[in-house]
């Protein structure tokens, strides 16, 4: 069945690519576009992943290649759905792309032009300019990954930040990633790259909604270039429908220095991949990685990590938690890698699952590689049930027991929001968690 | 107030509460000493209702209705209170939001409409007034870190907050010294007024010298084996439970 309808999927895409490069004009020879062509070709060559890749071992995405999509194009966004939005109240530089293109009319950046530079891919290829030239596909390669071959292969729009040297960026940047299923299925390919030169500092939220009927399936790739002594915070927050899909590829190179706290909650989805990779190029780096995922019916929730440690001196501390309710499925794979040279590292990794239902599952897996002899390493994985003691501690003061295995859970799920230190940002989340954590 | 007759209850097919009878009535502070394995916890379990425990006998009414019909939620909204032994770390929830959940259930349960945020701070400052509690307690996550004195305090309070009708005190003297076990004391005794109860679980009769029974009862192999005023805390004090251990022997073989 699969196999079927990923080579339904293979013609779909050729015939798209033919049409795509056929509406190019002038950019056909740019730079650009010769990585476009490699790209296709690679993912051809690659195919989809299925279940036998040791990566995807348990995310089946023949259930969402399955599917009929349009390839999307700009869209329409309503007034009262972007009112609504989630952080709507935060002095923030807004940017908002719809179905994966760039929305003049919602964004509003309120920083200097001298601070931080918010532009929109399609306008960047208009401009031939140098900045993506020199930066696009630089740092999240798609010779190993099909569906980054994709997305580098459909490059149309997206997002590119670049703080300048010494910038620190005073507002967060907040962006909406929208998804419009109203009037057909669509097949979305947002690019981001952040650069992050010296000593800048920028936080950076990502936000995906969607509103229609009809199924999505995203794939998204952000490449991130985090520059000498630089502090790029970094939050996603995928909280779209419960039938949209998502494949997520995030690559983060991390110069000498710098320092990079990433967050990627989940609250729902029919199947969510996140790969979140970073690698450490230099010495004494900082990386925080958290993570939250909560998992309702019918819903599929993957997180792949990888922390490459190459050099000495670096500092990796990670953090995932997962609510799982219903028939809800969560992955999480953090895979550690401590290179030989990689000398004095300190690299910590924890994951913890609570499951609600007897047919929840949850299947994880901590990848320590370490080659190096003199670092601190560990990690920990943990499945269980709700605490029994602490449930009838709470009800016995009268609370009830949906509302305090609810408190249970927002508390479980608290930890992982500590490390946020804008407290704006801290209490939308937790506003949202909190609800959310109530329906599971 | 309360009425236990011939309750039997046990845990994993282990009987343990082999038919109590007592007799409570609002005012009134009934002591329940007796030796380690007599069933005090089990009393107050089942009293709480600890799913784990089983009643296979007898009933348990509290103000005309039937206590060990009730989930431990309804037992707390009707208004009984246990404050446990080893009260449970909750880490990420904070006292203060636990403690306004909790009331306002209650609240709710009983028909009244639920405290605002200033009311409920109010509310708040009163009672940590009256049982002598620190502020920086409440602000932090519920009993984490807590020393076990912190702790017990906490039960008080929380039984402040949610001024029960009948309040049971499991063992809430352990581990306690004697400032501390005084504060938690103090706490109960501002607490105590006519239209209460309160069972006091303990092990030891230092307690009683601070909350002093209207009646004291030893149980032992899961009975009530002899009940009479203080004075019978001091005896056991003074002999220990082995009179009392002979006494029950004697009476089986006669």
Known sequence: MSTVAANDMNDFLAAEMKHFQSQLNGEVSAPINCIRKEAFDRFNE??????RHEEWKYTNLGQILNQQYELARASFLPEDFFNQRPFADIPANIVVFVNGFYSTEYSTIIDDVSSIGIHSIAKLRMEKSELLTAHFSQYAPYTNDALTALNTAFLLDGLLIHVPKNAQVKHPVIVYHITEAETAAPFIQPRTILLLEEHASVQVLEVALSFGQYQSFTNCVTEVHVGANAKLNYYKLQHEAAHASRVDFTRIVQERDSTVNTLTVTTQGALVRNTLQFYLNDQNTTTYLNGLYLTGKDSLIDNHTLVDHAMPHCYSNELYKGVVGSNGQAVFNGKVMVRKDAQKTNAYQRNGNVLLSDEAIVNTKPQLEIFADDVKCSHGATTGQIDEEALFYLRSR???VDVAKTLLMQAFAAEVLEMIDDEAVKAGLIHLIENRIATL | ?????????????KEILKGINLEIKAGEVHAIMGPNGSGKSTLSSVLA?????EVSGGEVILNGKNLLEM????????GVFMAFQYPVEIPGVSTT???????????KYRGQEALGAVEFLNLMKAKMKQVEIDQTLLSRSLNEGFSGGEKKRNEIFQMAMLEPKLAILDETDS??????LRLVANGVNALRNKDNATIVITHYQRLLDYIVPDFVHVLYQGRIVKSGGKELAMELEAKGYDWIKEEVKEAETA
């Open chain 2, 175 to 180: 581990g306690l010294d004697i400032d501390a």
């Open chain 2, 1 to 13: 107030m309360l009425s236990i007759k011939n309750l039997k209850a046990g845990i994993e097919e």
């Open chain 1, 46 to 51: 690659l195919g989809f992943p299925t279940m």
């Open chain 2, 49 to 53: 209702g600890r799913a784990e425990y």
């Open chain 2, 71 to 78: 989930a431990p939620e309804e037992r707390a909204r009707e």
């Open chain 2, 97 to 107: 939001n636990f403690i306004k959940t909790a009331v306002n259930e209650v609240r």
């Open chain 1, 398 to 400: 009268g609370i009830g």
